[in-house]
Each structure stands twice: as C-alpha cells, then as structure tokens.
C-alpha cells in the first residue's frame, strides 16, 4: 500500500542539524503557474500545518518522548 501512495503524493524529506522531516504532499500545486507563487503557498501550508500541529495533544505526547 505504501508503495501505491508513494505514485500518487510526491514527497520530500526537510534535514536540518536538528531535525528530519519526511512530508507527503497532499495538494496539486500545479494550478499556480508562476513557481515563486507556488513555492509561497508551500510554504504557507508547511507553517499552517505546523501551527495546526503546536495546538494538539500530540505535540505534547510527542515532546513527552523527552522526559526522563
């Protein structure tokens, strides 16, 4: 099944010294012609997405992985 949604959602992996980050791209940006305004919606998506996420439980779970 993976491998199905592999063909169908691009995907890209974000790394930083911190942080890896794989993202399945859900939404067909292929509507916005002008690749400096598609590259804007991205990335305002990528901080909704996160700010969606900093409002749930699971990011509390998630940073609960840190206690001792």
Known sequence: MDDFLDDIYPEITLETDDIIMEISVKKDYSQIKDINMRKKEFIKDLNDFIKEFDETDES?????????
Do not use: T, V
């Open 60 to 68: 509390l779970e998630f940073m609960r992985y840190f206690d001792d």
